[in-house]
C-alpha cells in the first residue's frame, strides 16, 4: 500500500518517527528534501498492520530556502565590466570589510551556451541557482567570487550582437572569460596570487582554456575546480546523448528501429556539417536542430568542439591544483566519460581531488532521479561537495 501510495516519487526520506499509543505510530517521509508525506500506521494485539494510510502534505521547501547562505557580514554587489565592446553584467561577492590584497577569489563560469546567467539559471529552469550556490558556499570559507551573465543571458543580453547573435563565437565568450578575470584581480581586496576558476557543465571548458593560457594572456589561476564538466568533444556528447534517447524511445516502442536510424542518420549528417562549415544543413527531421541551437550558438559550438576537454587539461601549467566531481546520478553523463578528463589531468601533473558524488544530479542538488525536469525544484545542494569544496579551498587556495 505505502509503495503504491508513493509510487514515482523518488528518493524518499525518513524524516521523522513519533508514537503517542502503543499500537500506531506517525511517519514523516520526505520526498527529494521536502517533507511531502504523513504515513500513518495502526498495529492490532499481535502486533500485525491493520491500518495504513500516507496523507500528502505541504511541502516546506522553496528553491529560496535551499540555497546556502550567505557568510554573514557578506554581501553580493551587481558590478560591470567591459568585454568585446560589450557591457557584461555580474555579481561580485566579498565581505563588506577586508585588507587590501588578503582575499582568495575564484571566478565562476557557468554552462549550457549562450541561455545561462549568472546564478546558473535559463529561462525555462530559473530556479537552478547552481552558480549563486557555489558562490554561497565560497563566501563561507572567507573565498570571493565573480559570476556574471554571459553574452546571450540576463542582464547582458545580446549588446553589440542583437541584430546577429550567429556571430558570437568561442573567440567572444574567451574574451569574456578573461575580462572577467582580470576585473576580479583587479578588486582591492583580492589577493592577485590566489586566483582560481570554477567551470559548471560547458563552463569547464572554459575554465581550462583560460587557466591554460589557451583562452588568451590572463591572470595566473592557481586552482581549477571543474563541477560535473563536459569531459569529451561536446558534439560527441550531444551524439552520445541523442542516440542513448533514441534506444530508450526504441525499446519503450515510441518509434521503430527504422525511424531511429534515419534520425541517428540524420544527426550524423548534421554533426558533420557543423564540424566542416559550422552551419546545420536543409532537410533536417523536426527537432533535430533545436538539438543544437539549446547550447548556444551554431558557430561557438562549432568551434568550441574543436577541443577535446582532456587534451587541454593536459597543457595546464604542472602541478595546478584541480577538483573534478563526477557523480552517479548526472542524467548528461557518467564518470567512465569523466575518466577520460582525469586522464588529461594527469598528463598534466594536476594536483588532482577527483570526487565521486553519489546522488548527486547535473545541476549539484542531491536528487537520483536523473529526470532534468528535477533540476527546477526545490532541493538540497550535495553536501558531500560542499565537505569536498571546503577542504580543497583550505588546501590550495
Known amino acids: 500500500m505505502l509503495n503504491a501510495g508513493l509510487a514515482g516519487a523518488g528518493q524518499l526520506g525518513l524524516v521523522s518517527v513519533t508514537s503517542?499509543?502503543?499500537?500506531?505510530?506517525?511517519?514523516?517521509?520526505?520526498?527529494?528534501?521536502?517533507?511531502?508525506?504523513?504515513?500513518?500506521?495502526?498495529?492490532?494485539?499481535?502486533?500485525?498492520i491493520s491500518n495504513l494510510s500516507a496523507q500528502e502534505l505541504a511541502p516546506t521547501a522553496s528553491p529560496g530556502s535551499v540555497i546556502p547562505a550567505l557568510a554573514p557580514g557578506w554581501v553580493a554587489q551587481p558590478v560591470t565590466f567591459e568585454a568585446?565592446?560589450?557591457?557584461?553584467?555580474?555579481?561580485?561577492?566579498?565581505p563588506n570589510s577586508a585588507p587590501a590584497g588578503t582575499l582568495p577569489a575564484a571566478l565562476l563560469l557557468g554552462g549550457s551556451g549562450s541561455s545561462t546567467d549568472r546564478n546558473g539559471n535559463?529561462?525555462?529552469?530559473?530556479?537552478?541557482?547552481?552558480?549563486?550556490?557555489?558562490?554561497?558556499w565560497l563566501s563561507a570559507d572567507g573565498v570571493a567570487s565573480l559570476r556574471y551573465d554571459k553574452l546571450g543571458s540576463g542582464q547582458t543580453g545580446w549588446g553589440r550582437y542583437a541584430a546577429h547573435p550567429g556571430r558570437a563565437g568561442l573567440g567572444t565568450y574567451e574574451q569574456e572569460a578573461v575580462a572577467a578575470l582580470n576585473f576580479l584581480a583587479g578588486q582591492r581586496q583580492v589577493d592577485r596570487a590566489r586566483l582560481a576558476v570554477f567551470?559548471?557543465?560547458?563552463?569547464?571548458?572554459?575554465?581550462?582554456?583560460?587557466?591554460?593560457?589557451?583562452?588568451?594572456?590572463?591572470?595566473?589561476?592557481?586552482?581549477?575546480g571543474l563541477l560535473e564538466p563536459v569531459p569529451i568533444r561536446f558534439l560527441d556528447l550531444i551524439e552520445q546523448s541523442s542516440v542513448a534517447s533514441l534506444t530508450r524511445e526504441v525499446q519503450q516502442g515510441q518509434i521503430t528501429a527504422a525511424q531511429a536510424q534515419s534520425f541517428q542518420q540524420a544527426l550524423a549528417?548534421?554533426?558533420?556539417?557543423?564540424?566542416?562549415?559550422?552551419?546545420?544543413?536543409?532537410?533536417?527531421?523536426?527537432?533535430?536542430?533545436?538539438?543544437?541551437?539549446?547550447?548556444?550558438?551554431?558557430l561557438e559550438l562549432s568551434q568550441i568542439d574543436r577541443?577535446?576537454?582532456?587534451?587541454?587539461?593536459?597543457?595546464?601549467?604542472?602541478?595546478?591544483?584541480?577538483?573534478?566531481?563526477?557523480?552517479?546520478?548526472?542524467d548528461k553523463f557518467g564518470c567512465a566519460e569523466v575518466d577520460h578528463l582525469a586522464a588529461g589531468l594527469s598528463q598534466a601533473s594536476a594536483r588532482l581531488d577527483y570526487v565521486h558524488l553519489d546522488g548527486v544530479d547535473h545541476v549539484l542538488k542531491e536528487d537520483i532521479t536523473k529526470d532534468a525536469a528535477a533540476y527546477n525544484q526545490s532541493l538540497p545542494f550535495s553536501a558531500q561537495l560542499r565537505a569536498a569544496l571546503?577542504?580543497?579551498?583550505?588546501?590550495?587556495?
Open 84 to 94: 568585446g565592446g560589450v557591457t557584461i553584467y555580474g555579481t561580485y561577492t566579498h
Open 122 to 136: 535559463n529561462p525555462g529552469q530559473p530556479d537552478q541557482n547552481t552558480l549563486e550556490a557555489v558562490a554561497n
Open 20 to 48: 503517542t499509543r502503543p499500537d500506531s505510530v506517525v511517519f514523516v517521509m520526505s520526498i527529494r528534501g521536502a517533507q511531502r508525506f504523513r504515513v500513518d500506521v495502526t498495529v492490532d494485539a499481535h502486533g500485525l
Open 307 to 330: 577541443y577535446d576537454p582532456a587534451a587541454v587539461a593536459a597543457k595546464l601549467p604542472a602541478h595546478t591544483a584541480v577538483l573534478l566531481t563526477c557523480s552517479n546520478a548526472d
Open 269 to 298: 549528417r548534421a554533426i558533420a556539417s557543423l564540424r566542416r562549415t559550422g552551419t546545420l544543413p536543409s532537410g533536417l527531421p523536426d527537432g533535430l536542430a533545436g538539438t543544437f541551437t539549446g547550447s548556444g550558438t551554431l
Open 199 to 224: 567551470g559548471h557543465s560547458e563552463g569547464g571548458i572554459y575554465a581550462l582554456l583560460l587557466a591554460s593560457g589557451l583562452a588568451g594572456p590572463a591572470p595566473r589561476v592557481r586552482a581549477v
Open 390 to 397: 571546503k577542504t580543497f579551498l583550505a588546501t590550495n587556495l
